[in-house]
């Protein structure tokens, strides 16, 4: 079974940047789109950013300007650069993929704070 195995998370304080990987262990076929979900303590998971096959990518109003996602060389790879980061940016943050099904990371931890 396809895992999806993400890294890069951890502290940092506001203003740094981190960036997010996340890597499939196996081929995924018929992919459509790839991207990063977060959820905070006591909030839902809400969309962060996504980038489809054709490569148009799609921001939540509150990373626009800060968060950059991209694709790997590797078909199964994604990546998202997170720069200015603020203190409402703590979450644990979670890799998606669209195909014919959706695949989900475990998630990793993204703690910003002073």
């Known amino acids: 079974q396809v895992q999806l195995v993400e890294s890069g998370g951890g ?4 203003g740094g940047s981190l960036r997010l990987s996340c890597a499939a262990s196996g081929s995924i076929f018929g992919i459509k789109a790839m991207g990063w979900y977060r959820q905070a303590p006591g909030k839902e998971r809400e969309l962060v950013a996504t980038i489809t096959s054709g490569s148009s990518t799609n921001y939540a109003d509150s990373v626009k ?3 950059t996602i991209s694709r790997g060389n590797a078909k199964n ?9 603020k203190s409402e940016d703590t979450a644990v943050y979670y890799c998606w993929i669209a195909a014919l099904w959706d695949y989900w990371g475990q998630g990793t931890q993204v703690t910003v704070s002073s």
Do not use: A, D
């Open 11 to 14: 502290l940092v304080q506001p």
């Open 77 to 85: 790879t994604v990546y998202l650069q997170m720069n200015s980061l």
């Open 65 to 67: 300007g800060r968060f």
